[in-house]
């Protein structure tokens, strides 16, 4: 299955004028393009955790294709794929591409989304692994991404830590062993 979708000059609405990303960046996405596809079995049944589980045992991935945006001096490329681990918690590795870095960090710390220790971290990292493209404009990050055990990083570098995905379990499978978190 796939899903692509894009929208340009996208007026946020008037009552997101204060929150902090919006503040920070201007209250006009100038464009967002997201393309996924989802591949592996689509298992039979009505069980969210036995599906999940058969679905990540025959090698079902979410490949984030591409994820463009453009959002006031903020200019983001992202790819990656994304499968589950053993305790169905997401996982996976990709590639960012940022210009605009220190623009989505100050968002991102009005925005709660990181500590200030985590925020100054991350505007020295950002210093340190930018480079100037060589047709010119901003400097722009380049890195790889891992999410792992619930650990996003960014260049090996942890950035954040996601919290726990909790799977429903219908109540037949409450003494299932076979899922996660069951004895």
Do not use: H
Request: hydrophobic share 45%; glycine share 12%; proline share 11%.
């Amino acid at each position: 299955m796939t899903l692509r979708l894009g929208a340009e000059a996208v007026e946020l609405p008037p009552g997101l004028a204060a929150a902090p990303a919006v503040r920070t960046l201007g209250p006009r996405l100038q464009s967002l393009a997201l393309d996924l596809a989802l591949t592996g079995p689509v298992p039979p049944g009505r069980g969210p955790t036995r599906k999940a589980k058969a679905w990540r045992d025959g090698g079902g991935t979410l490949g984030l294709r591409r994820l463009d945006l453009r959002w006031g001096q903020v200019a983001g490329t992202a790819t990656a794929t994304l499968t589950l681990d053993e305790d169905l918690q997401p996982m996976g590795a990709g590639t960012l591409r940022l210009a605009g870095g220190g623009e989505a960090l100050e968002a991102a710390a009005a925005a709660g989304l990181l500590t200030p220790r985590a925020a100054t971290t991350a505007r020295t990292v950002l210093r340190l692994l930018s480079r100037v493209p060589a047709e010119g404009g901003p400097p722009q990050l380049d890195v790889p991404l891992t999410l792992e055990d619930r650990a996003l990083t960014l260049a090996r570098i942890p950035v954040a830590r996601l919290p726990a995905w909790t799977w429903p379990v219908p109540p037949d499978a409450a003494n299932d062993p076979s899922l996660p978190g069951r004895d």
